[in-house]
Nanobody, 111 residues
Framework: VQLVESGGGLVQPGGSLKLSCAAS????????MRWYRQAPGKEREWVAG????????HFADSVKGRFTISRDNSKNTVYLQMNSLKPEDTAVYYC?????WGKGTLVTVSS
């Protein structure tokens, strides 16, 4: 199983970023996918999840209304669209399914 995140970077407050997670080594179209994040000095926290078909999506209260999760089962990829970014969104963002994790991509929100 391999999960590879990309799309992180430096963005100003109020800006947007779209993260991608390319998956391989398992039946992606059958898997629930999740995004987590870990800010400096804090524990890893769940951000969003999406069911295998994409029909059901859930978000942490801290990102609800600003972040959207989606997937393309033909590309074995899950996305996290992040809008209206705040400095407190600064973190390493991880893709997850079951017990498997990517290495993360760093998002820094700063002016």
């Amino acid at each position: 199983v391999q999960l590879v995140e990309s799309g992180g970077g430096l963005v100003q407050p109020g800006g947007s970023l779209k993260l991608s997670c390319a998956a391989s080594g398992f039946t992606f179209s059958s898997a629930v996918m999740r995004w987590y994040r870990q800010a400096p000095g804090k524990e890893r926290e769940w951000v969003a999840g999406i069911t295998s078909s994409g029909a059901i999506r859930h978000f942490a209260d801290s990102v609800k209304g600003r972040f959207t999760i989606s997937r393309d089962n033909s590309k074995n990829t899950v996305y996290l669209q992040m809008n209206s970014l705040k400095p407190e969104d600064t973190a390493v963002y991880y893709c997850n399914t079951i017990d498997y994790w990517g290495k993360g991509t760093l998002v820094t929100v700063s002016s």
